[in-house]
């Protein structure tokens, strides 16, 4: 089975600063795709960015990047210039052959002004 | 054009009372899913429909626990004598079409029903 974890509870960053947020995952498949969610206090999840796993290039979408290291099974989300409503938690999740997602735990990220 | 929608938004029974929770998918999404996250976790899966194909109910952590689909559109979870550690964040999503290995569809979720059991 697949399973994805996020170690770190809660992060904080300073507003225009850049902060990394940490994912491993374990998998015996070779191709799957990776996720970052967000989801407000709203409770709506948010899609952030996507990953293939056979795609070599770090996906990105505006501010956000990510760490691909498929040796490693480490999937890092970088957000850059934070912002105010960038505070949220975060997940990260995976998906394979059954099309089901696996989410980590989560993570609060605070955005000091 | 509208999202996906569930009702009700939040749901207080007591102990041993059947809920039923609605999701409404996005019109001509085939795949529909549900999960639960319970406070401070991730989600878990429950169950997905696609199309007209046996649902995978492998997630489902009791027989309590039933969902339902009318062809490609509404869906009912429900859950039968409610425990208090059925309390939890019920949320569905629905995609155009369940992905494979080389292809992935989004998943667009719903606000999510808060259940509390008392």
């Known amino acids: 089975a697949q399973t994805v974890t996020q170690s770190q509870p809660e992060m904080s960053v300073q507003e225009a600063e850049t902060v990394t947020l940490s994912c491993t995952y374990d998998?015996?498949?070779?191709?799957?795709?990776l996720f970052w969610y967000k989801q407000p206090p709203s409770r709506q999840m948010i899609l952030v960015i996507r990953?293939?796993?056979?795609?070599?290039q770090n996906a990105t979408e505006n501010r956000f990047s990510v760490n691909f290291q498929k040796a490693a099974k480490s999937f890092s989300l970088k957000i850059s210039d934070s912002q105010l409503g960038d505070a949220a938690m975060y997940f990260c999740?995976?998906?394979?052959?059954?099309?089901?997602?696996?989410f980590g735990k989560g993570i609060t990220l605070s955005v000091r002004p | 054009g509208a999202g996906v929608s569930q009702s009700p938004s939040n749901k207080v029974t007591e102990k041993g009372k059947d809920v039923e929770l609605r999701c409404d998918p996005i019109?001509?999404?085939?795949?529909l899913y549900w999960y639960r996250q319970r406070l401070g976790q991730g989600l878990e899966f429950l169950i997905y429909?696609?199309?007209?194909?046996?649902?995978?109910k492998s997630g489902l952590p009791s027989d309590r626990f039933s969902a339902e689909r009318t062809g490609e559109s509404v869906s009912t979870l429900t859950i039968q004598r409610t425990q208090q550690e059925d309390s939890a964040v019920y949320l569905c999503?629905?995609?155009?079409?369940?992905?494979?290995?080389?292809?992935?569809?989004?998943?667009?979720f719903g606000p999510g029903t808060r259940l509390t059991v008392l």
């Open positions: 019109s001509g999404h085939t795949a």
């Open positions: 998998t015996s498949e070779s191709d799957y795709y």
């Open positions: 999503a629905s995609s155009p079409k369940v992905g494979s290995a080389y292809s992935y569809n989004e998943q667009f």
């Open positions: 999740a995976y998906t394979g052959a059954n099309s089901k997602l696996t």
């Open positions: 990953q293939e796993a056979y795609k070599q």
């Open positions: 429909f696609q199309g007209n194909s046996a649902p995978d």
